[in-house]
């Protein structure tokens, strides 16, 4: 539990350890409180220290819940339903070490790709990078062409036009040397020269032309970080949500399941469903208890069901077809996995699902409660 004590527990000499500077917004005083917090991966172990009392806030204890690769500047980690926000590395060795281990890249499924998504953010997964930060865009001719800009080979008409007669999927990828890595997997710009230098690439694979070639990729680091503040920081670029607010249900690929994002995604796209919104999202304790508050006293999981949608990055998505709610509800399969391999084995939660909390995804239940719950994200929380 949260507490006043020892900064960090027994450690042997010279053990791996990485430290961050986080913050956290108290509500009930309304401040922000900034801490350091520790990260031990021998033993998946961690400790916090109060910066500002100058003590100790969380003695050193297991937490198996948490993984190195979550934790991101910029991104966001829930220790014991609390939100921090990753500010930045606490010391130069996390900083270096890290910094090397974890190259970050832009990465982008034009709207040629669109009925691909899923292939490509499986082939991301299989590859071992991480999506940081995800989400839908629909850009405009002129952010299409101050975002080509950027690039080396600068921008094009043809490029500017196609980049934004249709939504795009814009994610950043985190990974070892992850700018080579994704532009080793998307393959040559031009489909017909990835087709013959490198047949197993994103490009190649589903590719047109050279504009209509499904992915982007930032040229080195220094674009990487242009790209991805342009996208996810800088506050000048406004990105207003895609969500269409008719014939919806919602959908929301649960922590656990988010690895299988892709073959989710391919399974909803199959069916004939159009994804018209979604955004990768760390979602608070406040905020998971207050949209799961209708089955509090009703699901006797509930508390788990709200610690286990806060405990790592939730893919949230419109999903949209005549019916949605009924449809989808039939796609997803009953509440339970095991029940849902007896009787609907095709289901995504029959494949998907671990257990009646992790149970893959959360999809509307009710037919008047679809265009509230999208607009409870999409609509409410995007515009906070």
Not at 170 to 179: F, I, N
């Amino acid at each position: 539990m949260f507490g006043a004590g020892e900064s960090s527990g027994a450690m042997t000499a010279n053990e791996e350890r990485y430290a961050f500077n986080v913050q956290w917004f108290d509500p009930q005083a309304d401040m922000i409180r900034p801490y350091m917090l520790t990260f031990y991966p021998r033993d998946n172990s961690i400790d916090m220290y109060d910066i500002k009392s100058k003590r100790g806030f969380l003695k050193r204890t297991e937490y198996c819940e948490l993984k190195l690769s979550d934790l991101n500047v910029g991104g966001f980690a829930t220790i014991h339903a609390r939100q921090l926000e990753i500010m930045d590395y606490a010391d130069n060795y996390t900083r270096r070490t890290l910094e090397a281990r974890k190259g970050r890249t832009l990465a982008i499924i034009k709207p040629d790709a669109y009925n691909n998504m899923g292939n490509i953010l499986t082939a991301i997964e299989q590859q071992g990078l991480v999506v940081a930060r995800l989400r839908m865009v629909k850009i405009t001719p002129a952010q299409a062409t101050t975002f080509l800009n950027m690039q080396p080979e600068g921008s094009s008409r043809d490029h500017a036009a196609h980049l934004s007669s249709d939504v795009s999927v814009v994610m950043e990828l985190v990974g070892p040397d992850a700018v080579d890595c994704w532009l080793d997997l998307i393959g040559h710009p031009d489909p017909q020269q990835a087709k013959s230098g490198h047949p197993s690439s994103i490009r190649a694979a589903i590719g047109t032309d050279d504009i209509r070639n499904a992915v982007h990729g930032s040229a080195d680091a220094n674009t990487a970080s242009k790209e991805i503040d342009f996208f996810f920081i800088d506050k000048a670029q406004k990105w207003p949500t895609t969500a269409l607010f008719n014939n919806c249900a919602l959908c929301i690929i649960r922590p656990h399941a988010v690895k299988d994002a892709g073959a989710i995604i391919n399974r909803i796209l199959s069916e004939g469903f159009e994804i018209s919104a979604m955004r990768l999202w760390h979602l608070d304790t406040v905020t998971a208890e207050e949209f799961l508050d209708v089955y509090k006293g009703v699901l006797p999981e509930y508390p788990e069901l709200c610690h286990q949608l806060v405990v790592a990055p939730c893919l949230i998505m419109e999903v949209r077809q005549e019916d949605a709610v009924n449809c989808f509800r039939k796609l997803v399969g009953p509440h339970d996995p095991e029940v849902a391999k007896h009787l609907r084995a095709d289901t995504i939660r029959a494949k998907f699902g671990v257990d009646r909390v992790r149970n893959a995804v959360h999809c509307t239940d009710l037919p008047e409660d679809g265009l509230l719950e999208v607009e409870y994200f999409f609509n409410i929380l995007y515009n906070r």
